[in-house]
Structures are given as structure tokens and as C-alpha cells.
């Protein structure tokens, strides 16, 4: 039986992963936290941990097969435009320290989320070779993206002693169970999901003019990529787009949701909010090709799970 470590278990992607796998009797789990408290699931150990400490991460990685590292600080557009610097510093330090340890101990498998941060804007889906290093980022996005870039290249770096394997992911705005759908932190669609279900006046406020495109997936989605990954990939280190591989307007969003969720609800545009003012859509084609993946939930299917779970644990 392999052990896999889940790193940032209590958060959004994290408590998906345990989800999916605390169910999955040829896997046992240890899964970390830090602020938030544990939540009990069968299979699971859980340890506290500070990512940021090389002893700690030591300890949490003795005899793991496979780490899934879903442990950052992460925020919305509010704090992007405000603090970019938050997302730096800690993500760097932590991911260092937990790359090396993975090496040191021979991991069998580390699984990284990156993002598409580093992407240009484009009015057509993006390749995994359309990024240039020469590009500059989005003044939002300078120091994310580039430590971003940073740990893809330690992955790939480590990987080449070829001991342990690497996926790094670039994956598109996720959204679904347990996102924080809170306004200040949360990214789109779970604040726009908010916004949404907690309107008393009959409007919704978009920041921004709506104009800007994402490329949306749903939980589940990813998810399944990860397992496929972890069964399928043979080379030590690989980079995969993994997205919806469509362009969905922000207004758009807005207004499917309010669809979907069966109110009566108007819209409006509150210019002196902060956005990010991007547009990028992913081209996934190398996941399928190499990996048989493809997203299974089209945007309205994953906004209808996403609403009943909503409405199931957070705000009916």
C-alpha cells in the first residue's frame, strides 16, 4: 500500500483530494495542517505541520510515496492588485524546503500546482510552449508568476537526478466544493457564487467591466487528472495544461450563475473595485494526447454542483 501526503489538506483542493482519496483502499493518507483544524475522514493521519520548517517537513514526509503539495497562501483579486507580495515569500521558502525533502527522502512522486499566471493574454487557447520566459508578466501577477516559474524549474530540476517523478500543473480558476466563498479572499467564481446567493437587494455588483475572460474547471476535473497523472506518467518530469479549455466572460459567469441559481437578479458594474485586467483560455491538448484526460463537466453542470453544495453547507 502507498502513503501519499496532502499538503494543505483543510483547504479547497486539499479537502477535495481527501475526499477523493480517504475512500480509496490501496492508498494510506497523512495530510497536513497549520491554522485550520483537521477535519476526521477514515484513512486519514493528520499532522500539523509548518511547511516553512525543513524539521517538520522532514518528519511529515518519512516513508511517503507520493506528495501532493496543495499548501500556499493564496487570496483573491482584492489582495492581487493591493498585496502581490504575500504570495512570494512563503510559497518560495515552503516549496524549497518540501522539493528538496521529497529528493533527499526519494519520493516516488511529487505532484505541484503552478498556475497560468505566466501566461500573455490571447484571444486564442494557450499551449504550454506559448509561454516565453522573455515575456514581462503583468505588473498583478510579477512576483507570483515568477516564483511560480521559479519552483516549475525546480521540479524540473530535481527531476533529472531521476529519482523522484514531477507533474507540475498549470491549471486554470478552480471552483466547487469547499472553496472559501468569501468575498475578500476568494477567487471568482466562489466570490461571484456568494454574491450571488446573499443578495437581499436584487443586484449583483461585478467588479470591474465583466469584459476580462477565464478559463473555468471544476473541481472534480482536476481532481481526476491528478489520479491519472500519478497511473500514467512514466517520465520524471512533465508540465501539463489542464483547464476547460474555453473562454467564459466574466459577465457571462455572473449571469450563468444567477441563471442556474433560479433568481431574479440584476446586474451591475462597480468600476472602483480592482481586477485583473487579463484574458487567457487553456489549450489542454497535450493531457489528452499523452494522458487520455479531457474535463467531463461542461460550465453549467459544474455551476449546478457547485450551487447544491453551496446551498447543502454554506448558506441554503
Known sequence: MKKILICGATGFIGRNLLNFYSKNKNYSIRATHFKRKPVAYENVEWIRCDLRDPAQVKNALNGVDIVMQFAATT???????????????????????????????????FIFPS???MYQKSPTALKESDFNPSDDLLPFYYGAGHTK???EKMCNFYAGFKKTKHTVIRHSNMYGPHDKYDLEKSHVTGATITKVMTSEDGKVNVWGTGEESRDLLYIEDLINFIDIAINKQKEYYKLYNVGLGKAVRIKDLVRKIIEVSGK???????????????????????????????PKHSLEEGLRKALKWYKENING
Not at 88 to 103: H, K, P, Q
Open 115 to 117: 498556475c497560468t499566471i
Open 149 to 151: 516559474i521559479y519552483l
Open 264 to 294: 431574479d437578479l440584476e446586474m451591475h458594474h462597480d468600476l472602483s473595485k480592482p481586477t485583473v485586467p487579463t484574458s487567457l483560455f487553456l489549450d489542454c491538448t497535450k493531457a489528452k494526447n499523452e494522458l487520455g484526460w479531457e
Open 75 to 109: 487570496t483573491g483579486a482584492k489582495d492581487i492588485v493591493s498585496k502581490p507580495y504575500i504570495h512570494v515569500t512563503d510559497n518560495a521558502v515552503m516549496n524549497s524546503i518540501l522539493l528538496r525533502e521529497a529528493f533527499e527522502q526519494g519520493v516516488e512522486h
